[in-house]
């Protein structure tokens, strides 16, 4: 979330965006909603991971950055070289997170 968060930032004052618009298309409500309930996927798995107990959380945490991997890589290419950067620090991220739930016992 923080790399998204960022990625954000950095768009805004690199002038690499249009107000009102996502991806060039200009936003709905529905759309503004969809970018929050994305964003919300980061902040949720956290307080999950302290509350679902081990079986099932293993494999929440293995599925959810699996479809955001997907979700990010169906963006590819981004415009800047820093999202660029930041989408792969993200699969990084994303990948620990898979193998550290893959190797829990």
């Known amino acids: 979330m923080l790399t998204y968060l ?3 930032v950095l768009r805004i004052f690199a002038g690499d965006f249009e107000a ?3 991806q ?3 936003a709905t409500p529905v759309m503004w909603m969809l970018a929050a309930l994305v964003m919300l996927v980061p ?3 956290v307080v999950l991971s302290l509350t679902v107990p081990y ?4 494999w929440v945490n293995i599925v959810i950055p699996v479809l955001l991997v ?3 890589i169906a963006g590819l290419p981004y415009k800047g070289l820093y999202d660029n950067f930041l989408i792969f620090v993200g699969f990084v991220f994303n990948a ?3 193998w550290y ?3 829990w016992v």
């Open 20 to 22: 009102g618009t996502i």
């Open 70 to 72: 997907l979700f990010n």
């Open 101 to 103: 739930a893959w190797k």
């Open 55 to 58: 079986p099932a959380i293993r």
């Open 24 to 26: 060039g298309t200009q």
């Open 6 to 8: 960022l990625g954000d």
């Open 43 to 45: 902040i949720v798995m």
């Open 96 to 98: 620990l997170t898979v």
